[in-house]
């Protein structure tokens, strides 16, 4: 099996209480890369982002900190925080698209300043030894943005680049670049790593394909809509173990038990489990009424009634 399979950032879902749940139930994934740490002007990481990358709640994980920013000063401070917990790698965030981040010149927001991302990356190398690894997208606003940075990041021992094959301005919708992700391997020697829309074994193969000279793949949504995916994906098979809804249900429970512990009252609890369904269902094909139910539950006994029906 020649290639490495990462579980992409998602802010909000795949904490440390995801990540262990799912691998304990279903695997596949050898890297987990963790949603970004944000510094608010100060070099102060929050009990949140703390918690969620402390080695004894992510035992036994490959788990590799994001942090997003445009501040050399920031980038070294967290990098020497994460070193300190015994991690190696950081990843540098230049793909986020949401306006409240790109207008203030983060994530993808960075990607029409090249100047600003060779000085960073200057200053950080030469006053700290972690490796640096990038997520990226196209560009914020056109596709060739990227071809301005990928010769500057040529001079940096990056160890590598991710690409989601669209440009910030696209979100997360609206048709994948392959064109534009085919000329970013011819324009670099850093090892490239692609991530956008795997959802199905299908659709991973027909990637492979296109790209073979791609080892390595990062899931995100795929992941939560189907977390047997990276699992058969290694496996090459589209077929689902028998035990499926069982083990769905098991990781289900676990989860739920999780976030029951660490939020307080049922609304919150139920408005988190609703956000995963909103990705599970894709799992459950016609049972839309369900989630409409999941989302009206006002306590944990009729959340729980709803998620039986689904998974019965
Ligand atoms: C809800 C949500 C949260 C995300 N949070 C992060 C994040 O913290 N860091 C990051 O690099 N990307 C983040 N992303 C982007 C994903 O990691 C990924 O690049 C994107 O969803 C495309 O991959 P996919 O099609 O496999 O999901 C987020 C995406 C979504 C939808």
Redesign the pocket.
Known sequence: MGFKLFS??????TDFRFRNAFNKYFGGIDTF?A??IRLNGIHEIKPAYKRDILPINNNGLEVVP?I?TNNADEFIYVAKYVQELGYKELNW?L??PYPMVTKRGLGSGLLNDPVKINSILKKVYIECDITISI?MRLGYDKSEEIFQILPILQAFPVKSIII?PRTGKQL?KGELDLDSFQRCIDYTTHTICY????TTVAQFNALAERFPMINHW?????IIADPFLPGMIKNNTSTYPENRKITFSMFHDTLLNEYSQALSGPAHIIMKMFHFWEYFINSFPNSQKGLKKIKKAKSINAYEDAVREILT
């Open positions: 992409s950032p998602l802010q909000g879902f890369y949603p970004y994001q997003m965030n793909g986020c997520k989601h997360y991530n956008g829309d795997i990062m899931i995100g949504r795929g």
